[in-house]
Nanobody, 129 residues
Framework: QVQLVESGGGLVQAGGSLRLSCAAS????????MGWFRQETGKEREFVAA????????DYLDSVKGRFTISRDSAKNTAYLQMNSLKPEDTAVYYC??????????????????????WGQGTQVTVSS
């Protein structure tokens, strides 16, 4: 099994920055990559960003492009989400997630929630105006 723990959330003013961390433990060799999702109160969870271990390819929600950066430190089994120029509409619970690695013949679409097998507990990000 793989366990994921998010940290780094908090309360910031609009225009501020936060860096979220997602530490993985357990059978981390089974992870294909990592993604970040968020869920605003009363809304569905949505994709934010993802990174593949293969070539460090990344993908982002359009509304965060240029403001958020996903990265990883393989030695620490940790992924990060650097969030700059935060806006009130970024307020949400942020979750990290990881898809299980099955085969080199299967490349999951990391933008899609159902591709993920492991989830963290979430960390609250609140951006005030």
């Amino acid at each position: 099994q793989v366990q994921l723990v998010e940290s780094g959330g908090g309360l910031v003013q609009a225009g501020g920055s936060l860096r979220l961390s997602c530490a993985a433990s357990g059978r981390t060799s089974s992870i294909y990559g990592m993604g970040w999702f968020r869920q605003e109160t009363g809304k569905e969870r949505e994709f934010v960003a993802a990174i593949s271990w293969r070539g460090d390819r990344t993908d982002y929600l359009d509304s965060v492009k240029g403001r958020f950066t996903i990265s990883r430190d393989s030695a620490k089994n940790t992924a990060y989400l650097q969030m700059n120029s935060l806006k009130p509409e970024d307020t949400a619970v942020y979750y990290c997630a990881a898809p299980h690695y099955y085969s080199s013949e299967y490349e999951p679409d990391l933008r899609v929630e159902y591709e993920y097998d492991y989830w963290g507990q979430g960390t609250q990000v609140t951006v005030s105006s």
